[in-house]
């Protein structure tokens, strides 16, 4: 089991950027990690997923091109670098880990085990 938590979320004017990180109670090196969202009264839906590895399985249409995730084994800690953001970006963002799938990682929440609370980001125009 681990414990994820979100930190860096926030408010910025429409072009600004902010860096979500998502930092694990225990090593995260055999999950699949991912970045998820969800606004008020939608559902939540994928970001960003990674393998154990690093390799970017799944980046939404959405957001390719302007945000890009990481994620660093050795600090147990998964990022999400954001980019020339739109108000449509606000939501709350969460950090997800799914054990046991190593490069076959799974992209919709569903499949996720371990959720971090989550991280506001609110994108003004």
């Known amino acids: 089991q681990v414990h994820l938590e979100e930190s860096g979320g926030g408010s910025v004017q429409t072009g600004g950027s902010l860096t979500l990180s998502c930092t694990a109670s225990?090593?995260?090196?055999?999950?699949?990690m991912g970045w998820f969202r969800q606004s008020p009264g939608m559902a939540r839906t994928r970001v960003a997923i990674?393998?154990?590895?690093?390799?970017?399985?799944y980046t939404a249409d959405s957001v390719r091109g302007r945000f890009t995730a990481s994620r660093d084994n050795a600090k147990n800690t998964l990022y999400l670098q954001m980019n020339n953001l739109k108000p449509e970006d606000s939501a709350e963002y969460y950090c997800?880990?799914?054990?046991?799938?190593?490069?076959?990682?799974?992209?919709?929440?569903?499949?996720?085990?371990?959720w971090g609370p989550g991280s506001q980001v609110t994108v003004s125009s």
């Open positions: 997800a880990a799914d054990n046991g799938r190593a490069w076959n990682c799974k992209t919709m929440p569903g499949d996720y085990d371990y």
């Open positions: 225990g090593s995260i090196s055999s999950y699949c």
């Open positions: 990674l393998d154990i590895g690093g390799g970017r399985i």
